[in-house]
């Protein structure tokens, strides 16, 4: 049986990542595995923005995926970006098997608030299934309350469920 896949990109928290592991496998009831291997992003940093490029991160995944892989999700605490945008949450490739997904904005930390960690949960794991939507070929949805609706802040994060919306998800099977 394939197994959706987790690789730390630059020393993520262990505790956020086995909590992630646990609940997407739960969410798209699969088995879920934590890579022994890791990713060293300092060849995707962009000395000047203190960035990383998140597609130069997905193009350097593609080694890590093997035979048990149904999707790869790199996992990081660095901060991500595209060239026309001044960040990104996350990026996948349309219609898999790769994507990452980035924590550093996703702390309240970030926004100069007190830790919190469930929070900082419930917002990676939205973004983690958005992320692993898009390889699943799904786009953009207009409900805003569905886990594909785009984000460009937390505050929509906050605004949307863990879940797809019933035509997003008659359109894979996840539960
Ligand atoms: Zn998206
Ligand atoms: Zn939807």
């Not at 048990?68 to 660095?78: G, M, N, S």
């Not at 996350?90 to 550093?104: L, T």
Request: hydrophobic share 40%.
């Amino acid at each position: 049986m394939k197994k959706l896949q987790l690789l730390p990109v630059g020393n993520p928290d262990p505790r956020l990542l086995e909590w992630l592991r646990q609940s997407l496998a739960d969410k798209f009831r699969v088995r879920a595995e934590i890579l022994a291997d890791t990713l060293d992003p300092t060849f995707a940093v962009h000395t000047e923005r203190q960035q990383f490029h998140s597609s130069e991160i997905i193009a350097a995944v593609q080694p890590h995926i093997n035979r048990d892989t149904w999707r790869l999700l790199a996992i990081t605490e660095r901060d991500l970006y595209i060239p026309i945008l001044t960040f990104v949450f996350g990026e996948a490739q349309m219609g898999g098997p790769c994507g990452v997904v980035s924590a550093h904005r996703l702390r309240q930390e970030f926004y100069g608030l007190s830790p919190n960690s469930e929070i900082l949960q419930e917002r990676l794991r939205k973004e983690a299934v958005h992320e692993i939507g898009h390889t699943l070929d799904l786009t953009h949805c207009d409900d805003y309350q569905c886990a594909m609706a785009p984000s460009h802040a937390v505050e929509w994060i906050d605004l949307k469920d863990s879940g797809l919306c019933s035509s997003c998800r008659a359109r894979v099977r996840v539960s």
